[in-house]
């Protein structure tokens, strides 16, 4: 009875072992590269899969089908004699139509992408001057994408994306192109401040020639209305018949105006008045006027 049970136990080890060794799964997004006695044999896709026990049947690889990225450094030359470090992230997959030459084709995937990169760029970079490389990366990263996706795709490999992420010259080089940046935001603003007072001072110029102009004309409006005014009285006199002739009539006017002047220069205040310096400064003033009268 023992010897029974013993048997079957090691018959029900044996089964499972069978079993166990024939049923396999692969997981999603990936496959398994399935060989036999040594040579390729299929390429089974995710679910649960037999295969000949024994290892007749062997998974040789489990290869990824999801979208892995690469990222690497490259130092170079630009054409200007700068050295510049790049940083270069590269996303890629294997082609689901071609797992065979992926597996079989290449043995390290990111290693030869990275050596592809670096030839590509180490290619196109020293064409550019610094100040091109930065204007331009995201062309030049295109352009790398197509190089290496057109090598990649011979083994099995898609390039998906390429991107510079970082560009970084030399450390000299780099504070230099900040105080050059520097100097000339300092020349703009320099710049705009000289055009801010010339404004000022132009703004001001025409304002005080506004001004001296109005002064010039209340001025020659008030002395238009002075003498409007002696003309009028003048002809309100002789239209009265008062016997009296014109520059008599001058004379008295004259006379009234100049005291009226003086009595507002001291009502304003004024404690100095410059009077003529002869009896017959009066006289002069008065002929004068006439003199401008008979001029209208």
Known sequence: MLTTIIVLVFLFLI???????TLYVVRQQSVAIIERFGRYQKTATSGIHVRLPFGIDKIAARVQLR????????E??????VFVTLNVATQYRVNEQN???????????EA??????????????PKLTLDELFEKKDEIALEVQHQVAEEMSTYGYIIVKTLIT???????????????NAAQRKRVAAQELANADKIKIVTAAEAEAEKDRLHGVGIAQQRKAIVDGLAESIQELKD???????????????????????NQFASGGNQ??????????????????????KAR
């Open 99 to 109: 797992v065979t030459d992926a597996y079989y084709k290449l043995m390290k995937p």
């Open 15 to 21: 089964v499972l072992s069978v079993v166990v060794s």
């Open 76 to 81: 170079t030359k630009t054409k200007d004699n």
């Open 166 to 180: 970082k560009v970084e010259p030399d450390a000299e080089v780099k504070q230099s192109m900040n105080e050059i």
């Open 272 to 293: 100095t008045i410059f009077l003529p310096n002869s009896p017959n400064g009066v006289d002069d003033i008065r002929t004068q006027i006439l003199s401008a009268l």
């Open 240 to 262: 009265a018949n008062v016997g009296m002739s014109e520059e008599q009539i001058m004379s008295i006017l004259l006379t009234n105006q100049y005291l009226d002047t003086l």
């Open 112 to 125: 030869q992408i990275k050596s592809y990169i670096e030839d590509a760029l180490r290619s196109s970079v």
């Open 67 to 74: 979208l892995l990225q690469s990222e690497i450094v490259v």
